[in-house]
């Protein structure tokens, strides 16, 4: 029997979603090593370009940074809000700052978190990463994380 804590369920899928990607890359290591050793070279031989010529710098590093900030400030703002505000900052990296892409990214960064955070810890009564920023309603017995 798996005995899970109610406070922490919600790590149990990004651990699980992990475990899977640790998988998957052993695989695609396996996989690349022996097609390399049936070419007659070395497993580890080094591989080509990884990055194509032009790629964009600015999406794909501003990516890995604003991926990894989630990551670190979620447990200590609240998932609402700093989803709201990271969804606004991937916006704003991928659309663009014309007028009408900052408005469409603001709805989206505050409609979708909401509707998320509603859905999951009002509908289904799954936790999500609670923070500074949490708001429980004791009258209707719900919070937004």
Same mark, same amino acid.
């Given at each position: 029997?798996?005995?899970?804590?109610?406070?922490?369920?919600?790590?149990?899928?990004?651990?699980?979603?992990?475990?899977? +990607?640790?998988? +998957?890359?052993? *695989? #695609? #290591?396996?996989?690349?090593?022996? *097609?390399?050793?049936?070419?007659? !070279?070395?497993? +580890?031989?080094?591989? !080509?370009?990884? @990055?194509?010529?032009?790629?964009?710098?600015?999406k794909l590093? !501003? &990516?890995?940074? %604003?991926?990894?900030?989630?990551? @670190?400030?979620?447990?200590?703002?609240?998932? &609402?809000?700093?989803?709201?505000?990271?969804?606004? $900052? @991937?916006?704003?990296?991928?659309?663009? $700052?014309?007028?009408?892409?900052? +408005?469409?990214?603001?709805?989206? /960064?505050?409609? /979708?978190? %909401? #509707?998320?955070?509603?859905?999951f810890g009002?509908?289904?009564?799954?936790?999500?990463?609670?923070?500074?920023?949490?708001?429980?309603?004791?009258?209707?017995?719900? &919070?937004?994380?």
């Amino acid at each position: 029997m798996i005995n899970v804590v109610y406070s922490t369920e919600h790590w149990i899928v990004p651990r699980i979603v992990m475990g899977v +990607l640790v998988v +998957l890359l052993l *695989a #695609i #290591i396996i996989t690349e090593g022996r *097609a390399r050793v049936s070419e007659g !070279g070395s497993f +580890l031989a080094k591989p !080509g370009r990884f @990055f194509i010529d032009g790629y964009d710098k600015v999406k794909l590093w !501003g &990516t890995l940074i %604003l991926f990894a900030g989630y990551i @670190f400030v979620i447990d200590k703002v609240g998932f &609402t809000v700093t989803s709201m505000i990271f969804v606004l $900052l @991937f916006n704003l990296l991928y659309a663009g $700052l014309g007028k009408k892409q900052v +408005l469409v990214s603001v709805i989206i /960064a505050i409609v /979708a978190p %909401l #509707i998320i955070s509603i859905m999951f810890g009002v509908v289904f009564n799954i936790t999500l990463p609670k923070g500074m920023c949490s708001i429980t309603f004791v009258d209707y017995g719900f &919070t937004i994380y």
